[in-house]
């Protein structure tokens, strides 16, 4: 299981550059500051079409494949190549959207899992396809108001349920999954070096909050995903191969997700009903969670 690491401990070379084109208060950039100094300069990072190529210029080798569905299959051939050129130094690792993981990537992410090919999968979640116009994406919260799914007269924003896609890939039975959020960056570093010392598939999926697309100051990104956790929004736990889960951060009492979604203007529309709605939905969920906790995933 993994632990939270102090920050005071993380190296402090910088692997990725200061300037970039990423928006203000950009949590996706956040993403692939911690995740190139966790670990180290001898990954190889996989990128898809995203909000990547505006913020991650990192001085570790970076390969694009600019198809939306082919990280899964890329990131396969690359950690097959270099264990046939044993060079165990190398870590495969892909920082991809929303959009390349839970909606047109995950055939080859669950093709990948199933194999147990040896990388490290992160998804950096700012909930809808935020390079093209904040379109939703199957990681969207229900009601919240897209490009694609506006407020209006026939239109309460998205309709379905945000996809639980963790859980779907510990299904698995694959060595480690995780969320994390960039909120919480030394429950975030751990479980980061806690993959880096496994083999086959890992999966962490991290909360990043898009000023942008969610409609908040970029000065509030960090507030804005520890609100999540401590609302349940967002919970953060791991599942250890596909059997054992442990939540990793437990707020004494949950906060009530009104005053999380009423800070965020793609939800300013929300009715009382709505809120309740998914107020049960967490509570429930949450339970769920806390009745597994440290014991068998399913």
Not at 41 to 64: D, E, K, L, S
């Given at each position: 299981?993994?632990?939270?690491?102090?920050?005071?401990?993380?190296?402090?070379?910088?692997?990725?550059?200061?300037?970039?084109?990423?928006?203000?208060?950009?949590a996706?950039?956040?993403?692939?500051?911690?995740?190139s100094?966790?670990?180290?300069?001898?990954?190889?990072?996989?990128?898809?079409?995203?909000?990547?190529?505006?913020?991650?210029?990192?001085?570790t080798?970076?390969?694009?494949?600019?198809?939306?569905?082919?990280?899964?299959?890329?990131?396969?051939?690359?950690?097959?190549?270099?264990?046939?050129?044993?060079?165990?130094?190398?870590?495969?690792?892909?920082?991809?959207?929303?959009?390349?993981?839970?909606?047109?990537?995950f055939?080859?992410?669950?093709?990948?899992?199933?194999?147990?090919?040896?990388?490290?999968?992160?998804?950096?979640?700012?909930?809808?396809?935020?390079?093209?116009?904040?379109?939703?994406?199957?990681?969207?919260?229900?009601?919240?108001?897209?490009?694609?799914?506006?407020?209006?007269?026939?239109?309460?924003?998205?309709?379905?349920?945000?996809?639980?896609?963790?859980?779907?890939?510990?299904?698995?039975?694959?060595?480690?999954?995780?969320?994390?959020?960039?909120?919480?960056?030394?429950?975030?570093?751990?479980?980061?070096?806690?993959?880096?010392?496994?083999?086959?598939?890992?999966?962490?999926?991290?909360?990043?909050?898009?000023?942008?697309?969610?409609?908040?100051?970029?000065?509030?990104?960090i507030?804005?995903?520890?609100?999540?956790?401590?609302?349940?929004?967002?919970?953060?736990?791991?599942?250890?191969?596909?059997?054992?889960?442990?939540?990793?951060?437990?707020?004494?009492?949950?906060?009530?997700?009104?005053?999380?979604?009423?800070?965020?203007?793609?939800?300013?529309?929300?009715?009382?009903?709505?809120?309740?709605?998914?107020?049960?939905?967490?509570?429930?969920?949450?339970?769920?969670?806390?009745?597994?906790d440290?014991?068998?995933?399913?």
């Amino acid at each position: 299981m993994s632990k939270a690491f102090p920050l005071r401990e993380l190296d402090e070379k910088e692997l990725i550059m200061p300037a970039n084109q990423a928006c203000q208060g950009c949590a996706g950039s956040i993403v692939a500051r911690i995740v190139s100094k966790v670990l180290g300069p001898t990954t190889i990072r996989q990128q898809v079409a995203c909000c990547g190529p505006a913020f991650m210029n990192i001085t570790t080798p970076t390969i694009y494949g600019e198809v939306f569905e082919g990280a899964g299959a890329m990131m396969t051939g690359l950690s097959r190549a270099y264990k046939k050129m044993r060079r165990n130094d190398i870590i495969v690792a892909g920082i991809i959207g929303d959009g390349g993981t839970v909606d047109i990537g995950f055939q080859g992410l669950s093709a990948a899992a199933e194999r147990n090919e040896n990388l490290i999968w992160i998804v950096y979640d700012n909930e809808a396809y935020m390079n093209t116009g904040g379109q939703r994406s199957s990681s969207t919260t229900k009601y919240a108001r897209t490009t694609t799914t506006p407020i209006g007269e026939l239109s309460r924003g998205k309709r379905e349920n945000k996809k639980n896609v963790p859980l779907m890939v510990a299904l698995h039975g694959v060595p480690y999954v995780a969320t994390a959020t960039v909120s919480y960056p030394e429950d975030f570093i751990g479980k980061l070096e806690y993959a880096k010392g496994l083999e086959g598939f890992r999966y962490i999926h991290v909360s990043a909050p898009c000023p942008t697309g969610w409609g908040f100051n970029p000065k509030d990104t960090i507030k804005v995903g520890r609100e999540m956790v401590q609302a349940g929004l967002w919970p953060l736990y791991e599942v250890v191969n596909g059997e054992t889960l442990r939540l990793t951060v437990k707020p004494k009492e949950l906060r009530p997700v009104r005053d999380t979604l009423k800070i965020q203007g793609r939800f300013r529309h929300i009715t009382d009903d709505e809120v309740e709605e998914i107020q049960g939905q967490v509570t429930d969920f949450w339970r769920r969670l806390t009745t597994k906790d440290g014991g068998p995933f399913f």
